[in-house]
DNA sequence: GCGCAAATTGACAGCGCTGTCACACCTGTC
DNA sequence: GACAGGTGTGACAGCGCTGTCAATTTGCGC
């Protein structure tokens, strides 16, 4: 029924050579005659030869296995991210695990030092706001235990960075554009790096375009849809209420177009609302969502080659990829 | 700096016993004294140790590895499965892998054959609408892999069931108790079981209410959003357009409200629009979503601890669970 | 043509665990 | 008291691969 799988020992018997050779074709190692790699080569496809993951590790001792590291309330992001990620382990032979995490929960730290050596893992990419874990980057730095970040604050190390600060910037800049002067802002959660950077934007955005920051416009918020919500009822209470909210992420955003619904406000000819992300959900809402794209698969495939660089002993850097304002219906010129 | 890690046979050693003796108790296997097992658990546990997986997978011949396959367009309810997945796990010293898969590939079947042999794995958990590809499943059948589904068409095997029929019909009840007489139903996608069951809750609740089955009132669909939008501007524009459609999931219903607004309908008054699923979306949108409540996670945990069972040859079961309905703001009464 | 370095290949000994089998010991039977 | 049948334990040989190191061949300068 099932054939009997080829072991590397089987290669080498037909192909004439030593089975340390096979090892090293199968390794991409040098010094190895071109003709005897592909003598090799031809060999192993006639026999459909596939290495034994757990003897390769065993003899190896590595475990051609890394861990996608998250505590994301987004799932359309986690998944997207993932979705990067095992495109980069299938493309180097690697495998991956998920694991989720409460990154506040005192154990964090000893957690995840546990999985790594417990799975004998090479390496880690970390999500926001694990990224951020200055405890966790300090261990994993002290047991040299290589990891490449999503989106980290800070601008080192391997991973990948997309310059969010510049697009909420450009995001005020568009509402400014439609004639919004009072442009409110919904804050992320203060344990993302996200939150910070896009709030500096809107400062930035504000400040180029000669608007006065104006600290009852600025309302903070968690990512969730339900501190959107809340944002929204307070501003919306003012004496003065924005013409135009940016929120810090879409769930907010939609926590906002759903509070302005409830008060029979209608969107955008009351109030512009945009987000930040470009969920799925920024297009199933009514009117679709104002938002900022970000490339997360490929984010998450450049962040899983930059470690295998960093495991590999390469030289790795933080790369840096492009976003793009998606403007939709939810966002419309001032008019009054 | 890291310590060297303990192995099966420095326990041995300090426990006094051999290393045989040490892996019985690693894998619980019988016959071994109490008075001995507790102390090798002692020792093991002074010593911090953690078996090295690969080395236990070469030897005994089982990768203690399983798969999650998906061709699933939501992100949030696969995620919430391998949720579950990965819980039942960790608790069963299992790890997992996740892959998509495209199953309409032509090349399917034996992508996931090779993913199988090359990983080595142990057994798969399914997910729709891969759990009723009936060529996998007599593939996998043929090759001895054991699998557990998670919401199979077909009521035998091993996995995890929901009388999803039953919940369409609960629903369509429900809307007929508002005083609705002509609801729609837009159909999912015809390759997933749960597209068939749907449809047949909903032709039960309407016989069940004395309604009317109308052939135009049920239109196609495929589980997206904008087919959700093609379908309600098909059904409004109808001589007499329903006054309530019932959408097999919520990104589905989404369109339907979606396209609504677009003609100035406002929900829930002129249209009554409930879904399917119980998405994070349906919460987020104006008005929130009416819709049937699956508890994901739970399944995905069930149908992971049954592929256990059916690994280690104990008997395995379809295991029921329950669905709950949540009524929101999307539906009313009809008022004319 | 010789010496030395680099290129190419192979022999061998494990990596850390488990399957198989053998052995010692115990219990109860007639 | 000899024997079958069970229980508890250990010796040993790998599982399929790679690291180390040694052996052999090749290339090249003078």
Chains 1, 2 share one sequence.
Not at 231 to 256: E, I, Q, Y
Request: aromatic letters at 6%.
């Amino acid at each position: 029924m099932t054939p009997a799988r080829a072991r590397l020992e089987d290669v080498a018997r037909i192909a004439g050579v030593s089975p340390k050779t096979v090892s090293r074709v199968l390794n991409k190692e040098p010094n190895v005659l071109q003709e005897t790699r592909d003598k090799v080569l031809a060999t192993m496809e006639a026999l459909h030869y596939r290495p034994h993951p757990s003897a390769r590790s065993l003899a190896a001792n590595r475990s051609f296995l890394i861990a996608l590291l998250y505590d994301n309330a987004s799932p359309s992001y986690t998944m997207e991210v993932q979705s990067g990620v095992l495109d980069a382990c299938n493309a180097h032979q690697y495998s991956m695990m998920m694991q989720p995490f409460d990154s506040r929960a005192p154990e964090f730290v000893d957690q995840v030092q546990a999985l790594v050596t417990d799975r004998r893992l090479d390496g880690l990419v970390l999500t926001p706001p694990i990224a951020d874990h200055e405890k966790l980057l300090a261990r994993l730095r002290e047991l040299g235990t290589p990891f490449a970040s999503v989106a980290p604050r800070s601008q080192s190390g391997a991973g990948v960075f997309l310059d969010e600060r510049q697009a909420a910037c450009d995001m005020v800049k568009y509402l400014a554009s439609l004639g919004h002067k009072r442009i409110a802002h919904v804050i992320g959660h203060p344990d993302h790096g996200a939150a910070q950077w896009r709030l500096q934007g809107y400062r930035d955005g504000l400040a180029q375009c000669g608007l006065r920051y104006a600290a009852q416009l600025v309302v903070p918020g968690t990512f969730l849809f339900d501190s959107g919500v809340a944002a929204a009822r307070k501003l919306l209470a003012l004496k003065s209420p924005p013409t135009a909210v940016f929120a810090a992420n879409d769930d907010m955003a939609a926590g906002v177009m759903w509070a302005a619904s409830e008060l029979g406000l209608a969107i955008p000819r009351d109030l512009s609302v945009c987000g930040f992300d470009d969920t799925p959900m920024s297009r199933q809402i009514w009117p679709s969502l104002t938002t900022v794209h970000q490339p997360c698969q490929e984010m998450g495939r450049i962040a899983a080659s930059q470690l295998f660089r960093v495991v590999r002993g390469n030289s790795s850097e933080l790369v840096h990829t492009a976003y793009s304002l998606c403007l939709r219906g939810s966002t419309a010129a001032l008019v009054d």
